[in-house]
């Protein structure tokens, strides 16, 4: 798949799966604007600074083929333990903040007519998992924020699509995967069937969705989690 000359903006966390991202589109030729919580600044997570930053961004760099929202905070937490704090804390990273960049890139023609906006989900958004109700919920909302969107940003040509993704390898960096294995009588990686994703898969799906060879396919939600979900 091409990328040439295409410039993309992802948001994310800093964490492995993003340096594979960016890697991929650099491979297939195209360039990455990054911004996220490893970015001093363009600090994503202080929502009410996301305008004056992206409009400062599309003003030095003009508007993008494509934006990567990789954004994907979880926590372990049961429900005698979730609060509302916590509860929003969640909804505002892995959806709100979404929303708000999308809004700012559309209000200030951030994308370019026929741009491609991929926005990693989770396979916790179709499938209960014990103790991950507010992640779960944060990011079922992501994926009808994406089915909004792409009717709404359709008549621009621009394309929305998200990826469910179930466990990837560099996920077992984390600490908090070995919290939830603890109290699962299954782990996450025997759990699916054809073992853990690499993030180098999830990494070229994204090119995927970023290129020109699927100019039809928006709204959708593209399941990737080795056979969890069956």
């Not at 003009?62 to 990789?70: E, K, T």
């Amino acid at each position: 798949m091409e990328l040439k000359d295409k410039k993309i903006l992802l948001i994310g966390g800093g964490l492995s799966l993003d340096k594979a991202i960016v890697a991929r589109i650099a491979q297939a030729g195209g360039t990455v604007m990054v911004a996220g919580e490893t970015e001093p600044a363009f600090n994503v997570f202080a929502p009410e600074a996301i305008e004056s930053n992206l409009k400062a961004l599309i003003t030095e760099e003009g508007a993008f083929d494509g934006f990567v929202f990789s954004v994907v905070h979880s926590d372990f937490r049961p429900l005698g333990t979730v609060k509302p704090a916590n509860f929003n804390k969640l909804m505002t990273e892995n959806t709100s903040i979404f929303v708000e960049a999308m809004r700012v890139l559309s209000k200030n023609r951030g994308l370019k007519q026929g741009a491609s906006v991929v926005a990693m989900s989770s396979i916790s958004s179709i499938r209960a998992m014990k103790a991950k109700m507010a992640f779960s919920a944060s990011k079922a909302a992501l994926d009808a924020v994406v089915r909004e969107l792409a009717v709404e940003l359709a008549d621009k040509g621009i394309r929305v699509n998200s990826i469910q993704k179930g466990a990837v390898d560099t996920d077992f960096e984390k600490d908090q995967i070995q919290a939830i294995d603890a109290i699962r009588s299954e782990n996450l990686q025997s759990s699916q069937p054809l073992g853990l994703c690499k993030s180098t898969e999830v990494a070229n799906l994204v090119a995927f969705l970023l290129s020109d060879e699927v100019k039809t396919m928006t709204g959708a939600a593209l399941v990737l989690d080795g056979g969890y979900t069956l």
